[in-house]
């Protein structure tokens, strides 16, 4: 199954809702994962590919820290949320960031080493460069719909 981050996003009245009634919200993402059944806006990745999107976004000028961002709720660590003031500041980050100046930190054995999750970056390098420039395009598109709806999100961190 492996680690894997995703996001939806969610109306402030969703995320007040949620810090003070967290069995809640887990209940409300778990029905919505499970049937697979999103409300009509935007949710998305970068699924396993966050570990590799952050090794290149480190590199960079952009504030995103998958692990360190956002308001833990469950007392596991496994639910997140973000305001709408934190989606709208990384889609302004992340739309000034085109994918190749992500891709020129791309170095697979470097990767592999750090044994940066998932730790197949050797075994399929131009592939794998391909995943994360989807996963990253994908991450880029749920921000950037998620900020024009005025919407915060949940962030959901599953093994």
């Known amino acids: 199954m492996g680690v894997s981050i ?5 109306t402030a009245e969703e995320l007040d809702k949620a810090e003070n009634d967290p069995s809640w919200a887990d209940e409300y993402i778990y029905e919505l994962y499970s049937a697979n059944d999103f409300p009509n806006r935007p949710h998305g990745g970068p699924d396993k590919a966050w570990a590799g999107l952050q090794f290149l976004l480190d590199k960079t000028d952009v504030d995103l820290e998958f692990l360190m961002d956002g308001f833990q709720i469950s007392e596991d660590g496994t639910l997140f949320t973000w305001s709408p003031e934190q989606i709208e500041s990384v889609a302004r980050q992340l739309r000034a ?9 791309y170095a697979p054995e470097r990767m592999t080493a750090e044994e940066v999750y998932p730790n197949m970056w050797r075994l399929d390098a131009g592939g794998q460069l391909d995943w994360l420039e989807r996963s990253y395009a994908e991450l880029v598109t749920f921000f950037a719909e998620a900020a024009e709806g005025g919407y915060g999100a949940f962030m959901s961190f599953s093994f």
């Open 6 to 10: 995703g996001f939806i996003s969610a």
């Open 97 to 105: 960031t085109p994918w190749e100046q992500l891709a020129a930190h």
